[in-house]
């Protein structure tokens, strides 16, 4: 036995009837060699239906002695994980708590760039920080350094609230590993400087001077439509034949990148006036991409102009249901809704129920998509758009200077225009109604758009206009 005449019983928990041969024992505490180590004695399983054993914890303190104690009276009493080794321990440093992070991220159906980005922050700011500090051990001042040594290179409130998240995710899962103490909260007390807001908004709220105006809108799609439609000189500009008519779906319908990109043939309903985003285009580094859930797994109608969609898109409809230019708009929707009801049809067969014509898995090459990169014969890659509009943003810049779009402000505000300038303030529709068609929760949209006390201001500067 571990314990020998120099020992002395400190604590002992509650009796317990478990293990082999069902005799009362119970967990102990002692202090060896006249306090100058200490041991932890219980009884546990070392596996699923494997008979219990005898353990020995061992601590140098008395602290470290009386927490594990604890550990393991809890641990009994909720069936949960008995406290590790001090070998195991050992290897349970943050580094490989975020292999288990991002592990766990996979299980829980994460997005794959969500996974992506999380993995990005413990390669570049968590683990080379902390990496190597065990897990039983972190801190407050484990985390205050990573958040240093972020410094460096994340100088956004948002970037440090990301990455402040991350750390208290790990935590969790820390916690319902067993790998450290529920008692330790390592993050509690990590203050990140708060960034200064207008009077009536929220840290989330979009300057009205990050929304473009429509006629800043109408140039960029005009340039578009020049540098990539069927007279441009530029090759790498015409690998994008439908750009422009991608920036008016973006401004006039509010959709993301990966909803544009994600569009189909089969998800435009000319009939009645509305294009249906139930996907979007997910391209990770290093990976084939692939046409994924829509973000929040919330399928929404986004109207669009009858220009556009009978204008622009239904020319590109035709041509991908081998369609001559001149079909009526009757054969168009007998084709769609042939095409719909064939996917249906695979979808029941499969026998999946979380499958429908929406979102039937088709090979990406055969896919009917609306905005392709030519030379792939897939949506484009973000890097590769990217560089596009800043193409067609300085030909705006040169060749229509009273419209040029401000470097401020980048192509996902598009949706800040298509939110407030066409939605709400155009159309005249309510907030409630603009968060359908953006595929988002109410409270976010007000978040992003409403200033609380706004109207009044507008109202008391009129007043005092000639005052």
């Known amino acids: 036995m571990a314990t020998g005449k120099r020992s002395t019983l400190l604590m002992q928990g509650k009796e317990r009837r478990v293990g082999a041969g069902h005799k009362p024992w119970r967990v102990r505490l002692y202090a060896t060699n006249g306090g100058a180590g200490y041991q932890v004695m219980f009884r546990a399983p070392p596996g699923d239906g494997e008979p219990w054993k005898r353990v020995l914890r061992r601590a140098a303190t008395e602290a470290e002695a009386r927490q594990i104690f604890a550990q393991a009276e809890v641990a009994l009493d909720t069936e949960q994980s008995t406290p590790t080794g001090s070998r195991e321990r050992l290897t349970q440093t943050i580094a490989a708590l975020g292999e288990k992070y991002v592990e766990d991220s996979r299980l829980r159906g994460k997005a794959i760039r969500t996974i992506q980005n999380r993995e990005s922050r413990l390669k570049a700011h968590i683990v080379p920080a902390i990496g190597d500090v065990p897990v039983a051990k972190w801190r407050i001042e484990h985390s205050r350094k990573v958040m240093q040594h972020a410094s460096a290179t994340l100088h956004s409130a948002r970037g440090k609230e990301d990455l402040r998240g991350a750390m208290a995710a790990m935590r969790k899962l820390a916690w319902r590993l067993g790998w450290l103490d529920r008692s330790i909260d390592p993050v509690d007390g990590l203050e990140i400087g708060r960034s200064t807001v207008l009077h009536g908004a929220t840290t989330h709220y979009v300057d009205p001077r990050l929304r473009p105006e429509t006629r800043q809108v109408d140039a960029m799609a005009t340039g578009a439509d020049a540098l990539c439609g069927p007279d441009g000189t530029d090759p790498l500009m015409t690998r994008l034949p439908l750009f422009g008519t991608k920036i008016r779906v973006a401004a006039y319908g509010g959709l993301r990148l990966s909803e544009q990109n994600g569009l189909r043939a089969i998800d435009v309903f000319f009939d009645r006036g509305y294009v249906q985003v139930n996907g979007s285009w997910t391209a990770p580094r290093h990976a084939p991409g692939f046409r994924g859930p829509v973000k929040n797994h919330v399928i929404h109608e986004v109207p669009l102009p009858r220009s556009l969609m009978e204008g622009e898109l239904l020319p590109r409809v035709k041509e991908l249901l081998d369609l001559p230019p001149t079909a009526a708009m009757q054969q168009v929707l007998n084709r769609q809704e042939e095409e719909r009801q064939r996917r249906a049809k695979l979808a029941l067969r499969d026998g ?116």
Not at 355 to 376: C, G, K, R, S
Not at 417 to 442: C, I, M, N, R, S
Not at 455 to 460: G, H, T, W, Y
């Open 352 to 467: 999946d129920s979380t499958l429908a014509w929406w979102n039937y898995p088709i090979d990406p090459a055969d896919e009917q998509w609306l905005f392709v990169d030519t030379v792939t014969g897939l949506p484009v890659k973000p890097e590769m758009h990217n560089d596009r509009w800043h193409r067609v943003r300085r030909w705006v810049d040169e060749h229509d200077p009273d419209n040029a779009w401000p470097k401020t402000i980048v192509y996902r505000n598009l949706r800040h225009h298509a939110a407030t300038k066409w939605f709400h303030e155009e159309l005249g529709e309510p907030w409630e109604v603009v968060a359908q068609y953006l595929g988002d929760k109410l409270t976010t949209v007000l978040n992003h758009y409403v200033r609380a006390g706004e109207d009044a201001l507008r109202d008391s500067v009129s007043k005092l206009a000639d005052r």
